[in-house]
């Protein structure tokens, strides 16, 4: 019976030492509690992913190389497998490195390099070739990472190399409907290769990117046989049974978030990650009695504590009184502390001054921006003067049509929900207040409102958020073109409208914070516009 010890663990981009420390740590603590014969950390766990340029410095390449030999000293009596980039010939792999006994014994070189979408490894790294096959107690183990396991060849080569068991390291982030995909993969995998298969993936937030953990493993019939937390740290323990030649079930068998359940926990450790790496001392959110905010300040909640979260009211004269009474409600239900700064005399202020330069203009979008603004800079003055991050409340929907005021509630270091559709929001605010009701029902039920002008209502701008969000979820996440979206029911001077929004809004998405991904196409590097183009002279094409 051969004993291997799965480590699902949240890795600092660029802290190789501290990775390095926190290998040798759980090195050290699995083996004091329940021995194992190997220990396997995810794809470039000592990097942690995705480096990006750090790897082209000659600082990096050092760091690693001496990490390596520690990590090396502490597989003593054991076989340890752990993810990091090797520097060769002038060349960089991303590499699975087999350590036994504090010798390096073999190396894998990961051979399908993603170039799409979020992924960019053909810019750094060198793909492999050959197969590795190393041996455990007699039994023969291949090795294949993440994107390997998505093609035949790399797992047929191992088999020919007479592998009776495939560990397959990941750094795979989360998209919705991820790990679906992944049990299928392996299963296709499986199905070819008749071989048991481990799948390793890191967690945790890494600026857009956030990594849901979810790892498992299936035997030779296709059958999951564990499965690790999704959006925490674990270890799982497996058996291989070398008789039956088949990983054996473990009582460890997580039964892990769905749907709008894991979309929760993955927008909340996004967060909790991007602020405690960055070693702000906490959050600050702007509320506006709305919806959006709402959602924002209970995920901060979630993330990082109440007491560590800073809720700010700045109403105008357009504020309602509706809105006053439901944001200092949220406030207290969550128990944040809670604060008022009222921006009329700011904008009174501001109207002094420009008085001259606009004489004979009307009020428009100009004076409603310039509140947003004011809300802006007195965020951020409290983060300046107190160390909490400004955390922005816009969503997907806004930000594609540019329903945003630059400077203004775009203002922020983190933007939770860039990726998430208005009609996402009210799920997961419906979700939220099943674990504890503190969204008030009024939020969730009144009619979205920037409240920047009188009796102002999104809609007044912006179709329908149903038909808004679907028509963008064609347009942006699966780019079809004006015609096809038509064709699918939807009113031809609407989409139209929709699509001007998105391409003429470009520049403002540029400017926008980050913010973590969680569908199949977001905004920021993972979908890659021009701001400056003749593409809308052509939208019917589009």
Same mark, same amino acid.
């Given at each position: 019976m051969i004993k291997i010890a799965l480590a699902q663990l949240d890795f600092l981009v660029g802290d190789i030492e501290g990775n390095c420390d926190k290998i040798i740590d759980q090195i050290t603590e699995i083996q004091s509690q329940s021995p194992v014969d190997c220990i396997v950390f995810s794809e470039l766990a000592l990097s942690a992913y995705p480096p990006e340029d750090l790897l082209f410095?000659?600082?990096?390449?050092?760091?690693?190389?001496?990490?390596?030999?520690?990590?090396?000293?502490?597989?003593?009596?054991?076989?340890? @497998?752990?993810?990091?980039?090797?520097?060769?010939?002038?060349?960089? =792999?991303?590499? *699975?490195?087999?350590?036994?006994?504090?010798?390096?014994?073999? #190396?894998?070189? #990961?051979?399908?390099?993603?170039?799409? $979408? @979020?992924?960019? !490894?053909?810019?750094?790294?060198?793909?492999?070739? &050959?197969?590795?096959?190393?041996?455990?107690? $007699?039994? +023969?183990?291949?090795?294949?990472?993440? &994107?390997?396991?998505?093609? /035949?060849? /790399?797992?047929?080569?191992?088999?020919?190399?007479?592998? &009776?068991?495939?560990?397959?390291?990941?750094?795979?982030?989360?998209?919705?409907?991820?790990? #679906?995909?992944?049990? %299928?993969?392996?299963?296709?995998?499986?199905?070819? +290769?008749?071989?048991?298969?481990?799948?390793?993936?890191?967690?945790?937030?890494?600026?857009?990117? @956030?990594?849901?953990?979810?790892?498992?493993?299936?035997?030779?019939?296709?059958?999951?046989?564990?499965?690790?937390?999704?959006? *925490?740290?674990? %270890?799982?323990?497996? &058996?291989?049974?070398?008789?039956?030649?088949?990983?054996? #079930?473990?009582?460890?068998?997580?039964?892990?978030? !769905?749907?709008?359940?894991? $979309? =929760?926990?993955?927008?909340?450790?996004?967060?909790?990650?991007?602020?405690?790496k960055n070693h702000f001392q906490g959050g600050l959110v702007g509320l506006s009695g709305g919806i959006d905010s709402a959602l924002v300040l209970a995920l901060a909640v979630d993330a990082l504590g109440a007491d560590k979260v800073h809720a700010v009211m700045m109403p105008s004269k357009y504020t309602s009184d509706m809105s006053l009474q439901d944001a200092e409600a949220l406030a207290s239900n969550l128990g944040v502390k809670y604060s008022v700064i009222e921006i009329e005399p700011l904008m009174s202020a501001f109207e002094t001054s420009l008085s001259e330069l606009f004489v004979d203009t009307n009020k428009d979008a100009t004076e409603e921006n310039i509140q947003s603004r004011i809300r802006g800079t007195l965020l951020m003055a409290l983060s300046n003067k107190f160390g909490s991050m400004v955390i922005a409340t816009g969503n997907k929907s806004e930000m594609a049509v540019g329903y945003a005021t630059l400077y203004g509630d775009m203002a922020g270091g983190y933007a939770p929900l860039k990726d998430v559709a208005k009609m996402m929001v009210y799920e997961l605010c419906e979700y939220r207040n099943t674990l504890s009701e503190d969204i008030p029902r009024r939020i969730i039920e009144r009619s979205p409102s920037a409240e920047l002008a009188p009796d102002q209502v999104d809609e007044d701008s912006l179709p329908p958020y149903p038909v808004l969000d679907k028509i963008l979820q064609m347009f942006v996440e699966q780019d079809a073109t004006m015609e096809q979206i038509i064709a699918e029911g939807f009113d031809e001077e609407t989409v139209a409208k929709v699509i001007k929004m998105v391409f003429h809004n470009e520049y403002k998405r540029r400017q926008a914070p980050p913010g973590v991904k969680i569908t199949q196409r977001a905004f920021g590097k993972d979908r890659r516009y021009p701001m400056t183009s003749g593409v809308l002279k052509y939208s019917k094409n589009c």
């Open positions: 410095r000659l600082g990096f390449q050092q760091r690693i190389e001496r990490s390596i030999a520690n990590i090396q000293a502490a597989s003593k009596g054991l076989t340890v @497998v752990v993810g990091t980039p090797w520097f060769q010939d002038g060349a960089i =792999y991303n590499s *699975a490195l087999v350590m036994q006994d504090q010798r390096l014994h073999a #190396k894998y070189f #990961k051979h399908c390099l993603p170039n799409y $979408n @979020v992924f960019d !490894e053909k810019r750094y790294f060198t793909p492999g070739n &050959e197969a590795c096959v190393f041996s455990i107690n $007699n039994c +023969s183990v291949g090795i294949t990472i993440c &994107e390997d396991i998505w093609s /035949p060849q /790399p797992i047929a080569q191992a088999k020919q190399q007479h592998a &009776e068991l495939i560990i397959n390291i990941n750094a795979s982030p989360y998209h919705i409907d991820k790990h #679906k995909e992944r049990l %299928t993969t392996l299963c296709m995998r499986g199905v070819e +290769s008749q071989l048991p298969i481990i799948y390793l993936n890191q967690v945790g937030g890494q600026d857009e990117l @956030v990594f849901d953990g979810c790892s498992f493993a299936i035997n030779k019939n296709q059958q999951a046989v564990c499965r690790a937390l999704s959006c *925490a740290e674990d %270890t799982l323990i497996l &058996e291989y049974d070398q008789q039956q030649q088949d990983l054996l #079930k473990s009582d460890r068998f997580h039964n892990q978030a !769905e749907g709008i359940a894991l $979309n =929760y926990q993955v927008l909340t450790l996004a967060l909790q990650d991007y602020v405690k």
